[in-house]
């Protein structure tokens, strides 16, 4: 699904990846784990083509593609979703429109028929109850006067509507209540499937006790220094990121 | 950052594309103005004297008239005495068909989309086209007629309906008004009339389509709209132009009546065009519109966007003087490239319980200034009057600009005025964001300046609101950049 070979990126002039690698096959679960500014978040970024990085060397292939030549809107639709840490604000722009538009355009490019008005309205009320959404906030401006909360469930909604290949959450636990956790994390979960592959990016170990990880990684000052399975979390969160830096 | 600068530039840097130019023989009078060439247009119009007593009167005023400079716009001078002020498509004549119109003009409106002829039934719009100066074809005269109303081109209305001309025409706009006003009044050559009578509702939307077409000529038309007691009409136009490297003059003016009970919907979609990328070209659209609630409980409301000319300098503007009227503005500016705007509305509360809306749009990319001028005016006798006014602004890129001077003046003190103003911009995060969702930039910038703007397009009779809505898009199209 992806692989991630020797990858070194940097903003402007400074070094944030430093020689990355990872590998995701289809249907895994992989945790990524680390302290603020280790580039957890550059690298989620980086994956959905968010401008502005510079990739000095290194090589990102997802499904066979070369990843680092599509423009963010052919990775949207090849399946790479991204979960904000901070969702944007859409004023003017209705939530139902605007997902409406998005799941049609990943639509077309899977040669599939769009979606009609009213086959859309049935799928967004479905799986907006499942993630416990007010069914008001659709017909709202896209996150505008959105809590916290409501804001991360709400790219776990788009998220359930879009269905990507490759999921990657960017501290969707941040600012979450642990009700408003279990209604993410069960989302979450409801999406996993053999063909389906989850890149998990965490400061706590607190979203893995319900989202369970096949790996977890630790990545120290832009890389991955180790690697485990679920039981690597438990140890992370006893022992402190200084135990991985000093060992 | 540089990158998605270059997204920003691509997407509002599109062609203009109703630049072409249509090659027909016109009748042209000579570069200048004096009373000889304003005699030359009332001849040829036919008019009667009082049209030319007004014109040189007006003529007279405008000579001791200093043009504006307290507008945010930047232009070199104007040449007054550079400019044709008449020209027409020779072998004009009245038309009893659409066979008879130049078939190279029918083309030319084919190609801007106005199908002059029975299509238009369906949709219900009766149309007017000017081309250059002269009137073209009024299509359904005849079910209009019916029902009582006169919609012709102004010189026709002058002919065979002086007395309601000579009662109405500069009563709203004096010539003495401005600048440009007055420079209207001594040259306009035609334009578009309608009267409704008492208690009638107009069975169509109004629809006029102005063109300049011929090299150094001015376009001046003179718009006089009445609606007698109890009537409503809905009237819109739509204007276009080739594109040219010199500058060009449209400085139209446009009255409205409503008597008591009576009702008009006037909204414009003004594509004039804007010059290219480099600010070279365009059309100067200094322009006076103003309507006069003259009786109690009339209303008039006016939609406006305007995506198109180098300068706009426009005011549509409202005279509450009969109680309980209500006057209403609502706007989707845009500048692009190196356009500007100075636009804006006057609401003059003179009535008892007069009430007025302002909900302005300015959208500025590349280059583009765009400013919000209002003045909300509430007279000593206007008691009770309200007024709401809502600026907001939203820039694409970093080198354009917004900027918002608004007027309050209140000489009663039982008078409430609202005014709130935002100014956001499209971020990249924004963008980004959209992109992420599997959206273009292109259809990212559309979104969200549609949902900037919902507010007024929902004032659009449904006929034009599809045409505004490419017509935002292909404006903005290069300005991610």
């Known amino acids: 699904m992806l692989q991630i070979k020797n990858l070194v990126v940097s903003v402007e002039g400074k070094k944030i990846l430093k020689g990355l690698n990872l590998e995701i096959r289809a249907g895994e679960i992989h945790a990524i784990m680390g302290a603020n500014g280790s580039g957890k978040s550059t690298l989620a970024h980086l994956l959905a083509g968010k401008e502005g990085y510079e990739v000095e060397s290194g090589e990102i292939t997802y499904q066979g593609m070369n990843l680092l030549e599509l423009d963010p809107e052919i990775r949207a639709r090849a399946g790479v979703f991204l979960a904000f840490q901070y969702p944007l604000e859409l004023p003017g722009v209705s939530l139902n429109y605007f997902l409406r538009t998005s799941l049609n355009s990943v639509r077309a490019h899977r040669n599939l028929e769009p979606l009609g008005v009213r086959e859309f309205n049935d799928l967004l009320k479905e799986r907006a109850k499942a993630l416990e959404l007010d069914p008001d906030l659709l017909q709202r401006s896209v996150n505008e006067g959105f809590s916290g909360g409501e804001k991360k469930r709400n790219e776990i909604l788009q998220m359930a509507i879009l269905e990507p290949q490759l999921a990657i959450l960017d501290e969707t636990d941040s600012g979450l209540d642990i009700d408003a956790l279990r209604v993410v994390a069960s989302g979450v979960n409801k999406l996993r499937a053999k063909d389906r592959s989850f890149l998990v990016i965490t400061h706590y170990q607190r979203l893995l006790n319900y989202i369970i990880p096949d790996y977890v990684h630790v990545m120290l000052d832009g890389k991955i220094v180790r690697s485990g399975g679920k039981e690597l979390a438990f140890e992370l969160e006893q022992k402190g990121y200084g135990w991985i830096a000093e060992s | 950052m540089q990158e998605n600068s270059d997204i920003i530039g691509e997407v509002t840097s599109q062609d203009y594309k109703y630049g072409f130019e249509t090659l027909i023989e016109s009748d042209c009078a000579p570069v200048g103005l004096n009373e000889e060439i304003i005699a030359l247009i009332s001849e040829r119009k036919q008019e009667p004297a009082f049209l030319l007593d007004f014109r040189i009167k007006a003529f007279r005023t405008w000579k001791n008239l200093t043009e504006p400079s307290w507008a945010f716009v930047k232009y070199p001078p104007i040449d007054y005495q550079a400019i044709s002020y008449y020209s027409a498509p ?138 007698d007691e109890g009537s409503y009409v809905s009237y819109m136009e739509g204007c276009t132009a080739p594109k040219r490297d010199e500058n060009q003059l449209h400085a139209a003016v446009v009255e409205l009546v409503a008597l008591e009970k ?123 009057a309200r007024n709401f006014s809502q600026c907001d602004s939203m820039l694409i890129g970093d080198n354009c600009g917004t900027h918002t001077f608004p007027y309050i003046e209140t000489k009663n003190p039982t008078a409430t005025v609202e005014h709130e103003a935002s100014t956001s911009k499209i971020g990249e995060d924004q963008l980004f964001y959209c992109n992420q969702r599997g959206l273009s930039t292109e259809d990212a910038v559309s979104m969200i300046v549609h949902g900037f703007c919902k507010e007024v397009l929902g004032e659009l009779p449904m006929e034009f609101v599809l045409e505004a809505r490419k017509l935002l898009e292909v404006s903005l199209e290069g300005s991610v950049g």
């Not at chain 2, 989707?332 to 809306?357: L, P």
């Not at chain 2, 500025?364 to 006798?381: C, M, T, W």
């Open chain 2, 262 to 384: 009576a009702q008009i919907k006037y909204s414009t979609i003004q594509n004039w065009y804007p010059g290219d990328k480099d600010g070279k070209g365009g059309i100067y659209n200094f322009v006076t519109k103003r309507g006069l609630c003259a009786g109690p409980d009339s209303k008039i409301s006016w939609t406006q966007v305007e995506t198109g000319s180098a300068i706009t300098w426009k005011y549509p503007s409202c005279i509450l003087k009969g109680d309980r009227s209500v006057g209403e503005f609502y706007s989707v500016a845009i500048t692009n490239h190196k356009q500007q705007a100075d636009t804006g509305t006057k609401m003059i509360h003179i009535g008892k319980d007069t009430k007025s809306t302002i909900v302005s749009k300015g959208i500025s990319a590349g280059e583009g200034q765009n400013s919000y001028r209002g003045l909300v005016k509430i007279l000593k006798s206007a008691t009770n």
């Open chain 2, 90 to 227: 020779k072998n004009h004549k009245p038309l009893n068909s659409l066979e008879e119109v130049d078939p190279e003009i029918l083309k030319t409106y084919e190609r801007l989309g106005i199908p002059l002829n029975e299509q238009k039934v369906l949709a219900g719009v009766a149309v007017d086209a000017v081309f250059d100066s002269v009137s073209v074809y009024t299509t359904f005269k005849e079910t209009l007629a019916k029902a009582g109303v006169i919609f012709c081109p102004f010189s026709e209305a002058a002919r065979e309906h002086p007395e309601l001309i000579k009662r109405y025409l500069g009563s709203v706009v004096p010539y003495s008004d401005n600048f440009f006003a007055a420079l209207n009044s001594a040259v306009f050559t035609d334009g578009s009339f309608c009267y409704v009578p008492r208690g009638v509702r107009c069975p169509l939307e109004l629809s006029t389509y102005f063109r300049i077409n011929a090299k150094n000529t001015g376009q001046f038309e003179r718009t006089l709209i009445i609606a």
